[in-house]
T-cell receptor
Framework: KAGVTQTPRYLIKTRGQQVTLSCSPISGHRSVSWYQQTPGQGLQFLFEYFSETQRNKGNFPGRFSGRQFSNSRSEMNVSTLELGDSALYLC??????????FGQGTRLTVV | KNEVEQSPQNLTAQEGEFITINCSYSVGISALHWLQQHPGGGIVSLFMLSSGKKKHGRLIATINIQEKHSSLHITASHPRDSAVYICAVGNTGNQFYFGTGTSLTVIP
């Protein structure tokens, strides 16, 4: 069974640009959640999607958005990038809810 | 105040030692998770607990709902256990909160 796949693995963007990250969950998993990890703040919850609906959202500005497609693949978008958005972005998939299986993450560097 | 507090922040042990990592939380929870993160970023979910105790190999996780406290124990520690261990709680509103992690180094 293939694991959770995140693409790209590494990304360098310039301040002010926007970025889209992708997460393909384990086959059959309908819940996809996203997290930001930085050395200063640790892991923080961004949002969770289940069956194409955002079920929950963390305390992040509206520049952070996401969506989930009918095949459960999810994307997150960050607009107007700031230096502080540099982080490891992780997604996790599960059948219903939770932190069952994580992807390897996308390391975003904003310069 | 953080919703999830972990201790210790750093831990160095000799191979074979018994290790305990503690986690206290302040929110009402639906479940508590213990995660392991190796250098390079990959995270593995070790346990999901809502009550009692779970064991997997040399790892044991316990939770006391009344005291809002959980512990992760590693028996007979090994250098391959060196990693960051993170406590995470899912509250009743389906939000997740994370501890700052415990960096464990096991010396041969």
């Amino acid at each position: 069974k293939a694991g959770v796949t995140q693409t790209p693995r590494y990304l360098i963007k310039t301040r002010g640009q926007q970025v889209t990250l992708s997460c393909s969950p384990i086959s059959g998993h309908r819940s996809v959640s996203w997290y930001q990890q930085t050395p200063g703040q640790g892991l923080q919850f961004l949002f969770e999607y289940f069956s194409e609906t955002q079920r929950n959202k963390g305390n992040f500005p509206g520049r952070f958005s996401g969506r989930q497609f009918s095949n459960s693949r999810s994307e997150m978008n960050v607009s107007t990038l700031e230096l502080g958005d540099s982080a490891l972005y992780l997604c996790a998939s599960s059948l219903r809810h939770g932190l069952a299986f994580f992807g390897q993450g996308t390391r975003l560097t904003v310069v | 105040k953080n919703e999830v507090e972990q201790s210790p922040q750093n831990l160095t042990a000799q191979e074979g030692e018994f290790i305990t990592i503690n986690c206290s939380y302040s929110v009402g929870i639906s479940a508590l998770h213990w995660l392991q993160q190796h250098p390079g970023g990959g995270i593995v979910s070790l346990f999901m607990l809502s009550s009692g105790k779970k064991k997997h190999g040399r790892l044991i996780a316990t939770i006391n709902i009344q005291e809002k406290h959980s512990s992760l124990h590693i028996t007979a520690s090994h250098p391959r256990d060196s990693a960051v261990y993170i406590c995470a709680v899912g509250n009743t509103g389906n939000q997740f909160y994370f501890g700052t992690g415990t960096s464990l180094t096991v010396i041969p």
